[in-house]
């Protein structure tokens, strides 16, 4: 089955600065990708979901860049602030209406004043 | 706005109790799941449902068992609850639109076995 390897585990870095995060993945088959943050205590959010057509994505202070060649799947906050402190996962899925997502094992984001 | 309702939040449960968490979801998703999420693990699949009367098996299952019993209800059970089970358990549920895939997440249950 698909296997998702996330990393790294912990990143800390300071505000305003960049942060990656980069999740590998096995399947070849899969096709839809997920970045989700969980602040503590709290569940999942949804940040962007990624198609195979898609290669960048832009969100609000964050870019998705997905490698289908390499299976390869980072999220790049461009300019961390506070309010990302947070854990981030990736998921990946398989083909159309096949939502059995497995996700990475995570990475807790440290921002520094 | 999508809505899982997970219940109860925080459960202490006996080594050998059976425990029933349930998830409730007024989405009218086709698909509900169950996963637990452990520190270095991220999240794993446990069960999942493609529809009421339907469980499936996850990546996870041994030890647990799923019930769904109409489209909104799905519940996890463990019959013979042990430690090794104390964890953090998510609910989601979803459409498998395609391009519209995704899914939404309850604010977990913390379950502790002693």
């Known amino acids: 089955g698909e296997q998702v390897e996330q990393r790294p585990p912990h990143l800390s870095v300071r505000e305003g600065d960049s942060a990656v995060i980069t999740c590998t993945y096995t399947?070849?088959?899969?096709?839809?990708f997920f970045w989700y943050k969980q602040e503590p205590g709290a569940s999942l959010q949804l940040l962007m979901k990624?198609?195979?057509?898609?290669e960048i994505n832009e969100g609000q202070g964050f870019t998705v860049l997905l490698n289908k060649k390499d299976k390869r799947l980072s999220l790049n906050l461009t300019a961390a602030h506070p309010g990302d402190s947070a854990a981030y996962f990736c998921?990946?899925?398989?083909?159309?209406?096949?939502?059995?997502?497995?996700f990475g094992a995570g990475t807790k984001l440290t921002i520094k004043p | 706005e999508a809505a899982v309702t997970q219940s109860p939040r925080n459960k202490v449960a006996v080594t050998g109790g059976k425990v029933t968490l349930s998830c409730n979801q007024t989405?009218?998703?086709?698909?509900m799941y169950w996963y637990r999420q452990d520190t270095g693990h991220g999240l794993r699949l446990i069960h999942y449902?493609?529809?009421?009367?339907?469980?499936e098996k996850g990546d996870i299952p041994d030890g647990y068992k799923a019930s769904r019993p109409s489209q909104e209800n799905f519940s996890l059970i463990l019959e013979l609850a042990t430690p090794s089970q104390t964890s953090v358990y998510f609910c989601?549920?979803?459409?498998?639109?395609?391009?519209?895939?995704?899914?939404?997440f309850g604010k977990g249950t913390r379950l502790t076995v002693v």
């Open positions: 989601a549920s979803g459409d498998g639109r395609g391009a519209n895939t995704e899914v939404f």
């Open positions: 399947d070849p088959n899969s096709y839809y």
């Open positions: 990624v198609f195979s057509s898609t």
């Open positions: 998921a990946v899925s398989e083909d159309y209406g096949n939502e059995k997502i497995t």
């Open positions: 989405n009218n998703h086709n698909n």
């Open positions: 449902s493609y529809g009421a009367g339907s469980t």
